[in-house]
DNA sequence: CAGTGAGCGAGCTTCCGCTTGACTT
């Protein structure tokens, strides 16, 4: 009897299958054992023997190790099948560290598809575990573990108070770091107010543009301007030009994890964590018609690739779905240089499991996620959509308008997706055709627009172009932010908190070189070297660590200022964030000399009923709902004077309530 | 309920990446 051990108990009755009878595919569930949280700093490294870890089972996976042991017992020969990638490599190593496989023969094989030909291929070629591969993802949880206890427990004792849990990390650090630095750049942004001209026709709008670049629509910062240019015109608009063009619409690539979740929060709001869970859910299967079907491959994929196999079944399918002529080629994704392609694309695992037909067994969130995947599969091996455009200049009295309309000429992916609609005007009219607007060309007032807030899905994707985490933590980094109170979803945009800001801010004036976009690439390159054996995992470490040390202990030294960025306006010193009790405020950093503490912005809650309710002591505010910030009843609301602090009249919600 | 102030320190936890359940939001 054969062993073949694999990470995911999803996959192994697809693999038994193409194995035979000689075959038992068993799963260890991921990595089984991590260090222990032991010794100096909890770190469980042995620093007078190379930083060497010391390794324990995960608690919750000692069941599991008595299974595999169990079935190793039975076997003759074992084949370690964990994924193709670093981690992969590790988790073969500690399972051939842990089991029991006396003399057995033990041999490492791998594929990075689940199809017939390229489990039957692994199983030919077997090999012995790469210790290059495995020292690599050593160096990796090591550095990792010692930047996150280390900084973790540094943050705690400057920023921490009993009630929250803090942490930091390199991944979730800079993931906060990039949400910080984008709502700086948000609050430095100069709104300014701009003014476009705009002609309204029966079934169209046109707009003033450049009449050397009709293709850029002129913006006035003065008013006057506009209105000048307005006062211009007659209300003749002559059909100067017409200009005929495409516009193309490229077809997406199959799915990743990054760009599933992406797809999922734009279209149905869904949270990455959400997406995720039910992902899972129809990779595990579902009961159809009596049988266990699994609906997708691996949802945890950095790849695009989609194997030769399931290509040939795509083509025929999309030739008779769709015709001939929709095949296209197979789009790729051209950005990802940190994917390490241990899966295939998130895709269907057959064709023949069509949407009408599954339908039926999925609950609707699934249906969703399903669906999503299973056209976006469709539409990557499809031809790009073309679009035929058509602009119109207008001229009058010299100034010329333009508008532009288009219309499907190749719907191509589009049939898979949404389709493609015909609109419901197309301009028709000729060149010197005078045409009449149903109103006078007015302005609009329009503000330039500063850079926007993350999104869960953008911040992955961001994530993702920079090589920071990995399919299997964009989520659960996203979720862990969101625990430690660094940062909120409001109207699905990631705001940080201020305790986030904190937290990022103390980092970066201490640590800059660790949390810092580029760290995570630069710690890859050494990683890599270390796999193909021309670096040591020793001196790797060794080098990380005699910095890091130094680094530390001059930030390890009170008092922990934090610097908000602003000025003192009582002293010019900086100004600091400062924490009690009572939570945190910002106050001068020359304290006790200066003893400024900048006021609180209370924000006022809008409340119709009372806002029309006049002050009973001063007469001139009204009340509006406030919220105690300090003292005791912190959290508190409470009625309370518009014109504080001229006048403090407050009173208490039940109160106000009886009196009324 | 409206005007705040760090430094001590027991015993917890904390990282990133793999994977599922067993638990509450």
Redesign the pocket.
């Known amino acids: 009897m054969n062993l073949v051990i694999v990470?995911?108990?999803?996959?192994t009755k697809t693999i038994e299958n193409f194995l035979g009878e000689d075959y038992k595919v068993v799963?260890?569930?991921?990595?089984i054992r991590?260090?222990k949280?032991t010794g100096i700093?909890?770190?469980g490294l042995d620093f007078n023997n190379n930083y060497k870890p010391v390794y324990a089972i995960?608690p919750?996976q000692e069941s599991t190790v008595r299974m595999l042991n169990k079935e190793v017992e039975k076997a003759s020969n074992i084949f370690l099948a964990t994924?193709p990638?670093?981690?992969?490599e590790a988790?073969s190593w500690h399972l051939n560290e842990v089991l029991n496989f006396g003399g057995k023969t033990v041999k490492r094989i791998e594929f990075n598809e689940i199809t017939k030909d390229a489990v039957q291929e692994a199983i030919k070629n077997p090999r012995d575990i790469d210790t290059n591969i495995f020292a690599s993802q050593e160096t990796?949880?090591i550095m990792?573990?010692i930047?996150?206890?280390?900084?973790?427990?540094l943050l705690?004792?400057a920023i921490g108070s009993?009630k929250e849990?803090?942490?930091?990390?390199?991944?979730?650090?800079v993931a906060l770091k990039m949400i910080i630095n984008r709502e700086e750049e948000i609050n430095s942004f100069n709104k300014e107010t701009y003014y476009e001209i705009e002609a309204q026709f029966r079934h169209f709008k046109a707009k003033l543009v450049d009449s050397n670049n009709p293709k850029k629509t002129l913006q006035f910062t003065e008013l006057g301007k506009a209105e000048s240019i307005l006062a211009d015109l007659d209300e003749n608009y002559i059909v100067k030009e017409i200009i005929y063009g495409t516009r193309k619409e490229t077809a997406p690539a199959p799915f990743t994890t990054s760009t599933l979740l992406q797809s999922a929060l734009n279209k149905y709001s869904m949270s990455s964590s959400r997406t995720l869970k039910i992902a899972?859910e129809l990779?595990?299967g579902v009961e159809i018609n009596g049988r266990h079907v699994a609906l997708i491959t691996?949802m945890?994929s950095d790849s695009t690739r989609l194997s030769d196999q399931f290509m040939g079944s795509l083509v025929n399918h999309l030739k008779r779905k769709y015709g001939e002529d929709s095949i296209g080629y197979a789009h790729k994704a051209n950005n990802n240089k940190s994917a390490?392609d241990?899966?295939e694309a998130i895709r269907p695992v057959s064709l023949k499991n069509t949407l009408e037909m599954v339908e039926p067994y999925l609950s609707k969130e699934q249906f969703k996620i399903y669906k999503l995947i299973y056209t976006q599969t469709e539409a990557s091996m499809m031809k790009d959509a073309i679009y035929e455009t058509k602009t119109a200049l207008f001229s009058n009295n010299g100034h010329i308008f333009s508008v532009t309309f288009e219309r499907p000429e190749l719907p191509g992916f589009k049939l898979a997706k949404d389709g493609v609609a015909e609109p419901k005007y197309y301009f028709n009219h000729l060149e010197g055709d005078v045409m009449k607007p149903t109103k006078e060309a007015y302005y609009l007032e329009k503000t330039t627009e500063g850079p926007k807030r993350f999104t869960e899905a953008t911040l992955i994707k961001e994530m993702e172009s920079s090589g920071?985490?990995?399919?299997?933590?964009y989520a659960?980094?996203i979720n862990?932010l969101k625990m430690?109170k660094y940062v909120e979803i409001e109207k699905k945009q990631v705001v940080p908190t201020k305790l986030g800001t904190m937290a990022s801010k103390f980092l970066d004036e201490r640590f800059s070189d660790i949390i810092n976009i580029n760290y995570?690439a630069s710690m890859e390159k050494e990683l890599d070297e270390i796999a193909v054996g021309s670096l040591k995992e020793e001196n790797v470490v060794d080098d990380f660590y005699k910095t890091f040390k130094k680094n530390f202990e001059v930030a390890d030294k009170?008092?922990?200022?934090i610097y908000t960025g602003e000025i003192c306006p009582k002293c010019g010193s900086k100004m600091?964030f400062?924490?009690?009790?009572?939570?945190v405020?910002?106050?001068?950093?020359?304290?006790?000399t200066?003893?400024?503490?900048?006021?609180?912005e209370?924000e006022q809650e809008t409340d119709t009923e009372t806002e029309l309710l006049e002050c009973p002591e001063c007469h001139t505010g009204h009340l509006v709902v406030?919220e105690?910030?300090?003292?005791?009843?912190?959290g508190?609301k409470?009625y309370?004077?518009s014109n504080?602090?001229t006048c403090?009249f407050?009173?208490?919600?039940?109160?106000y309530v009886r009196k009324k």
């Open positions: 990470e995911s108990p999803g996959k799963a260890s569930k991921g990595h991590d260090i949280n700093d909890n770190l995960i919750h994924d990638d670093r981690e992969g988790i990796r949880k990792d573990r930047i996150g206890f280390k900084l973790s427990s705690k004792k009993s849990t803090i942490s930091a990390g390199r991944v979730q650090s899972q990779y595990e691996y945890r390490q241990a899966h920071i985490g990995r399919p299997s933590t659960t980094t862990t430690r995570t009170p008092p922990f200022a600091s400062r924490s009690n009790s009572y939570g405020f910002e106050a001068c950093s020359n304290y006790p200066c003893k400024y503490i900048k006021k609180q209370v406030k105690a910030r300090v003292g005791k009843k912190r508190n409470f309370g004077c504080y602090p403090k407050t009173i208490d919600l039940k109160d």
